[in-house]
Each structure stands twice: as structure tokens, then as C-alpha cells.
């Protein structure tokens, strides 16, 4: 079932929401390809990316790689309200990009990475949105792009298909992990966390799109597969619901495409980890690739991208889109702590009194009142 709607008014209720559908909402003033997007205090900022139309790639996720296309590299930062359904403009990424990791840290939008234009970029650029300003930190040992990020115990996890390198933003420092187990000439690869795990799903070279299900654990720098994902993905993005509102899983949103004849496939695939198979959600309302994506109370926004307008070209996209994931409303389930008593096992508080506790109390207060009642007759006498 799918919901479209133009605008969503600010008295919209997302516990009205029903799992598994889709909600158009405001589009974002720049339209762009290979953006990133994160969420600070539960605004969404959409920074960077490319503005390009009538473009032709070879396929279509690995459109950006095009030297030839590589016009209109922005730094723009925009900022959406979900409440109001708004965009706002706010302070530039200081160096313009596409392709790069972000994540959010402690308040802060981490961008690290990317492509420049022909050339790939080391810089690693935070951002506050409390002050609205931009600060430089020590770049990632080598320049690179086609990155995902992720953070896991106070770390910045920032993952290629051929890298796996490791940010400390406390320390300011980097330092090298384990790579993927399939990296040869991998890109475009997507990722999400779950559980101090990071799922790192699908990955494209150039004339193909893969179907892999990579898991790094964090704790052990080792990497397993996982169950493979139905469908081969490149150019799209993955995301991870946290459970509070909506069962903790990996959704992955993307498109297949046959151009030649102009079909298109968009699609969500859903993984849960716990028996490590995948399941299918309602296709998105618009087939795009090289979008960002974001969760916010475990609702998942679709934004930008480029959209292919068969028998033209692509051309950059500005749609933003709502996604509620299934099982919404249904919280991961959890067990119970055991409650340990806060006195002793025998004491009164406790322990439930017993039958001649019961009785001695009630002759207590019988006589009680026999006494007060006496003292009354006697004051009046």
C-alpha cells in the first residue's frame, strides 16, 4: 500500500503512519546525485553532491565515475525539518564534493573523503549545526571515494570496498582494520549498524552490480557473510531501524534497471540478523540512484539522487520521501531484568505479611479506637 501526498502539514501524526508505505514530501531547493545526508537533534542535512542533467553512464549507479560528467560539484547544505516539511540553507561543506562517508558524532556531521572532480579528496570536514560552522581535522591517511560510514564505540568507522579505516575524534587520529573480504575493484558499496556490527551489502565495478552481504565485527576486526541479498545493488543505501519504534533491522533501498528498454526496478529488501534472511517491503515511489538516506524515530527519508527519464537521459534529482518501515509501532522485544530487592530478603518490605500478622493488626486498631472513643466520653462528662 503507498500513500502519496505533495506536503505533509505540521499536525501530522507519524503514529498515524501505516508500515510499509510511502509519503512524498517537500523537495529539497537543489537537486543533486551523490550527496550525503545525516541527522543531528532530529533535523536532516543533505550536504554536498552534483547537479548534472542529460547525462548517459555506463550503468546507471556508476554514473558519477564519468570524468566527462563530473560538472557541478556543490557544497551545498541544506537542512530539512520534518515537522514543518521545510529546507533551509545553511553554511557550505568548505570543500565541494560527491561520494564522500558521513556520519553524525556527538552533534557533529563528520564529512570525510570523496571525489573532487577527476581527483579524489583526503579532507575531513565537521560540521556543528548548533553553530552553524565548519572545522577541519586530520585527513584519512589516503584520498578516496565510493565511502560509508558508521560509528561504533566512540569510533568512526569509514569503509570502502577496498579499505577499512578507523577515526578516533577524540584523539583526532587515524588508524588501519581488517579490509572487506571481497574488494577487487568493489565501489559504490552501502552500509548500516546494527548491534556493533556493520553490514556492509552490495557494491558495483563497472559493468556489473553484486549481491554480497559482508558483516565486520567490530569487536573481533573480523569479517563473515551473511545470507546474499535477493536483489544486486549499486547506487543505492541502506539503513538500520533501531527497535524502539520499529523492529531492528537492515532495509536496503535501491533499483535494478534494464535500460535498453527502458525498465526500471525499484526496490526494499529487509534483512534481519537475527535468522539472517531477507524479506521484501513496498517498491519506493520513485526509481533513483546515488540518493542519501536517513532514520529519524525509525522512519527512513529517501532524498535526492538521479532519476532516469527513459528515452533521454538522467538528470540530478531533488524528491524527498518518507518510508515507514514494517512492524512500525511494534517495538524490538526485549526481556525483562531481573529485580533485585533493595532490602533483605526477610524484611517487611518484602515479604507479604501472614495471616496472624493480619489478624494482631486489626485487634490493634480496634483497641485503638476503643481508647479514643473513651477518652471522648470522659472529656464530655
Known sequence: MVFFISTIPFWFSFAQA?????????????????????????????????????????????????????????????????IKNTWISKTSMPTPRILFAITAYQNKIYCIGGKTGEDYTSVNEVYDPATDTWETKTPMPNAKGWLTA?????????????????????????TNKTT???????????????????????????????TLNQIYDVETDTWSYGSSLPTSVGGGFAVSTTGVLAPKRIYVFGNTANL?????QRFVRIYNPKNDTWSFGNDALTSRYNFGGVVVNDTVYIVGGHIFEY?????????????????????????NPTVTPTSSPDSPLTTLPSTLEIVALVILVVVALSLVVNFVKKRRS
Open 311 to 335: 528515452p533521454n537521459y538522467f538528470k540530478s534529482s531533488s524528491i524527498n520521501e518518507l518510508y515507514t518501515p514494517i512492524g512500525y509501532g511494534t517495538p524490538e522485544p526485549t526481556i
Open 18 to 82: 501505516q508500515e510499509d508505505t510511502w509519503i512524498a514530501l517537500a523537495p529539497m531547493p537543489t537537486p543533486r546525485t551523490g550527496l550525503g545526508v545525516a541527522t543531528v537533534n532530529d533535523k536532516i542535512y543533505a550536504i554536498g553532491g552534483l547537479t548534472l542533467n542529460d547525462f548517459w553512464p555506463s550503468i546507471p549507479g556508476y554514473a558519477v565515475l564519468s570524468n566527462r560528467d563530473l560538472r557541478g560539484i556543490l557544497g551545498v547544505n541544506e537542512e530539512y525539518d520534518p
Open 180 to 210: 572487506p573480504l571481497k574488494t577487487a575493484s568493489l565501489v559504490n558499496c552501502i552500509s548500516a549498524i546494527l548491534d556493533k556490527k556493520i553490514y556492509v551489502i552490495g557494491g558495483m565495478t563497472e559493468d556489473h552490480y553484486y
Open 150 to 174: 558508521n560509528v561504533v564505540n566512540n569510533k568512526i568507522y569509514v569503509i570502502s570496498g577496498t579499505s577499512n579505516e578507523v577515526y578516533d575524534p577524540t584523539a583526532d587520529t587515524w
Open 260 to 264: 535498453r528498454q527502458g525498465e526500471e
